[in-house]
C-alpha cells in the first residue's frame, strides 16, 4: 500500500512539474520547429544553411590564410596584423601558438599578457627571416591591458629582442619586421 502511494505521489510531482514548465523547453540550440532567427544582413538563403548556428559567436581563425594584401587580419582574436603595403612576391603566415612554445620570457619581462602570435614571412616561397622596408610595412598590435607598462617583445628562436610599442586607441602596436614568435609582456614598474 505504501509503494503505490509513493507512485501515486511521484506521479503528481512530475504532472507538477510539466503543467509548471509549460511550453517551455530547456535546451543547447533551437529546436527544429523553433525558428526565432533575427536575419541581419544575410540572404534568404544563409538562414537555410544548416552549418549557420544563429546567435552563435564565430571567433577570428587561429590560423590566418597566407597574407598578400594589404588589409587588417585577426590571429585568434589575440593579435591584430596591420598589412599596409606587401611586395607582390612576399607572403605573410601568421598563427596563434600556447605560451608553452616558448623558452622562457624575456629578461625584462614579469609575465606575458596575450597570446603567443607567430608570424612567418616568405620570399618567392622561400622563408624569409627579415622584412625590408620595400618589401613590406606591417604592424602587430595587441589591445592594451589597463594599468600595465607594457611591451612587444619577439622572439626569433634564438634571441628576444624589445620593438619600440606605441598606445594608439587602446592598441600596444610594433613593428613586425621579423619572423617570429610575438608577445606582449609587463615591464616592471619604475620606483
Same mark, same amino acid.
Not at 517551455?24 to 533551437?30: C, L
Not at 587588417?72 to 598563427?95: F, K, M
Given at each position: ?11 503528481? +510531482?512530475?504532472?507538477? #512539474?510539466?503543467? +509548471? ?10 529546436? /527544429? ?13 544563409? *538562414?537555410?544553411?544548416? *552549418? ?29 596584423? +596591420?598589412? !599596409?603595403?606587401?611586395?607582390?612576391? #612576399?607572403?605573410?603566415? *601568421?598563427?596563434?601558438? $600556447?605560451?608553452?612554445?616558448? $623558452? ?14 607567430? +608570424? ?8 624569409? /627571416?627579415?622584412?625590408?622596408? !620595400? ?9 592594451? #591591458? ?11 628562436? !634564438? ?12 592598441? !600596444? ?11 606582449? #609582456? ?6
Amino acid at each position: 500500500m505504501g509503494k503505490i502511494i509513493r507512485w501515486i505521489i511521484a506521479g503528481f +510531482l512530475l504532472l507538477g #512539474v510539466l503543467l +509548471l514548465a509549460g511550453n517551455q523547453i530547456a535546451a543547447a540550440g533551437n529546436l /527544429p520547429w523553433q525558428n526565432n532567427t533575427v536575419l541581419q544582413g544575410q540572404s534568404a538563403s544563409a *538562414a537555410l544553411d544548416p *552549418a549557420n548556428k544563429p546567435g552563435t559567436v564565430k571567433p577570428p581563425p587561429v590560423v590566418v590564410p597566407p597574407i598578400t594584401a594589404p588589409g587588417n587580419y585577426s590571429v585568434g582574436g589575440v593579435c591584430t596584423l +596591420l598589412v !599596409e603595403q606587401l611586395s607582390a612576391d #612576399v607572403t605573410l603566415h *601568421a598563427n596563434l601558438l $600556447p605560451f608553452n612554445v616558448l $623558452p622562457g620570457k624575456p629578461t625584462a619581462a614579469t609575465r606575458y599578457l596575450a597570446g603567443v602570435c607567430n +608570424l612567418a614571412y616568405h620570399l618567392s616561397g622561400k622563408p624569409l /627571416p627579415d622584412l625590408t622596408s !620595400e618589401q613590406g610595412t606591417v604592424q602587430i598590435c595587441f589591445a592594451q #591591458v589597463p594599468n600595465t607598462t607594457s611591451q612587444i617583445y619577439v622572439f626569433d628562436g !634564438e634571441t628576444w629582442t624589445a620593438l619600440d610599442t606605441t598606445l594608439n586607441n587602446g592598441l !600596444e602596436c610594433a613593428l613586425a619586421t621579423k619572423t617570429g614568435k610575438y608577445v606582449l #609582456v609587463t615591464q616592471p614598474t619604475q620606483p
